[in-house]
């Protein structure tokens, strides 16, 4: 079974840029493992913030963009804000869409 | 959109539990549908997923053979049947539409202990 891997943790200042990487170790991630994006925040369900790489929900703040990087794929949090602290979690599809697996997970600090 | 999971509890290794997740505020019928759980302290972890006519279901390594996934769209709910349940099966369980992944339940807590 696949792992997918994401920074543990990340720190940003209130106002500041991080980008988040969500990687396959079966190789590069493309438009075909459907890569989705989820916040997470203490005691709650999560919640999805970009589907399909790049497609933002009616809900998702235009500070969160999701994209292909190097390989990999990526969440970017322009104008970070501290209600943006939260645990972030990325989704690949499998097999042609038959298996998913979440990634480990990246604390985000606003501070 | 609304999604309502029900049916957790503690149990003993070796039984079995069935979950509910009972949907309404959109077309349940035309939806896919996923479980995916969480232990606690832990990350996400996909379980299984079912075709909006129940047609075609996939699995987790982890619980292929022990859960079976099913629906009944005509009480619009979802159903996670799990036998043989493990310690490690411990973890809150939620239940997502399909596709864009747009709506979640807000869980049940599963407990396998002894």
């Known amino acids: 079974q696949a792992v997918v891997t994401q920074e543990p943790s990340l720190t940003v200042s209130p106002g500041g840029t991080v980008t988040l990487t969500c990687a396959s170790s079966?190789?590069?991630?493309?438009?075909?493992?459907?890569p989705h994006w989820f916040q997470q925040k203490p005691g709650q369900a999560p919640r999805t913030l970009i589907y399909?790489?790049?497609n933002k929900h009616s809900w998702t703040p235009a500070r969160f963009s999701g994209f292909l990087l190097g390989g990999k794929a990526a969440l970017t949090l322009s104008g970070a804000q501290l209600e943006d602290e939260a645990e972030y979690y990325c989704l690949l599809s499998y097999s042609g869409a038959r298996l998913y697996v979440f990634g480990t997970g990246t604390k985000v600090t606003v501070l | 959109v609304q999604l309502v999971e029900s049916g957790g509890g503690l149990v003993q290794p070796g039984g079995s539990l069935r979950l509910s997740c009972a949907a309404s505020g959109f077309t349940f019928s035309s939806s896919w549908m996923h479980w995916v759980r969480q232990a606690p302290g832990k990350g996400l972890v996909w379980v299984s997923r079912i075709h909006s006519d129940g047609s075609l279901t996939t699995y987790a390594h982890s619980v292929k053979g022990r859960f079976t996934i099913s629906r009944d769209n005509a009480k619009k709910t979802l159903y996670l049947q799990m036998n043989s349940l493990r310690v490690e099966d411990t973890a809150v369980y939620y239940c997502?539409?399909?596709?864009?992944?747009?709506?979640w339940g807000q869980g049940t807590l599963v407990t396998v202990s002894s």
């Open positions: 997502a539409t399909g596709g864009n992944w747009n709506s």
């Open positions: 079966t190789g590069s991630v493309t438009s075909g493992h459907y």
């Open positions: 399909d790489t790049s």
